[in-house]
T-cell receptor, first 111, second 116 residues
């Protein structure tokens, strides 16, 4: 089944404790992206990748890191999480000029 | 920069009736793609329908159809024969076909309620 998977689906952590949210797609998509969704602010892009080893900042990249060492994986790293990073996070992937397909979301709470 | 505006924060429709959700966008590009996504209470983002800007014909997917007015930069979603399962947040989104196609730009969403 073609899909985008994210892990974990739910995470509660404390300020400053490094964490990684994994994202994987099995559709051989070139593009991958991370979004966060917050009430009243909608969905905002954090980072995206056009292919292996090619990444670029989105609208809200501060406090996040990404890497694209393999085509199928695009992990999101929070090196020192803070409470303002509490949010619902989505990973998505697509072909060039294609439709974006989303993972199920990761609900992160930073205490 | 491109923007997407959904002017209806909330809409309501009676089951089996038809409802239209509005979306306008701003861009200086001529080649791009427009989407409607559905987000039910499960929070999953589900692709409803896609429209290529170079196609004059409006896209349809079963009970879902769009009215794409390129000159007016308008992209509305019509849901026919509304069902209880259509209750969700609906997001309009824009994707460039050019150099900035790495970003999918979303509107703020319209919350659709379906009354039995």
């Amino acid at each position: 089944e073609a899909q985008v998977t994210q892990n974990p689906r739910y995470l509660i952590t404390v300020t400053g404790k490094k964490l990684t949210v994994t994202c994987s797609q099995n559709m051989n998509h070139e593009y991958m992206s991370w979004y966060r969704q917050d009430p009243g602010l909608g969905l905002r892009q954090i980072y995206y990748s056009m292919n292996v080893e090619v990444t670029d900042k989105g609208d809200v990249p501060e406090g996040y890191k990404v890497s694209r060492k393999e085509k199928r994986n695009f992990p999101l790293i929070l090196e020192s999480p803070s409470p303002n990073q509490t949010s619902l996070y989505f990973c998505a992937s697509s072909f060039s000029r294609g439709s974006w397909f989303f993972g199920p979301g990761t609900r992160l709470t930073v205490l | 920069a491109q923007t997407v505006t959904q002017s209806q924060p909330e809409m309501s429709v009676q089951e089996a009736e038809t409802v239209t959700l509005s979306c306008t966008y701003d861009t200086s590009e001529s080649d791009y793609y427009l989407f409607w996504y559905k987000q039910p209470p499960s929070r999953q983002m589900i692709l409803v329908i896609r429209q290529e800007a170079y196609k004059q014909q409006n896209a349809t997917e079963n009970r879902f159809s769009v009215n794409f007015q390129k000159a007016a930069k308008s992209f509305s979603l019509k849901i026919s024969d509304s069902q209880l399962g259509d209750a969700a947040m609906y997001f309009c989104a824009y994707r460039s076909a050019g150099g900035s196609q790495g970003n999918l730009i979303f509107g703020k969403g319209t919350k659709l309620s379906v009354k039995p």
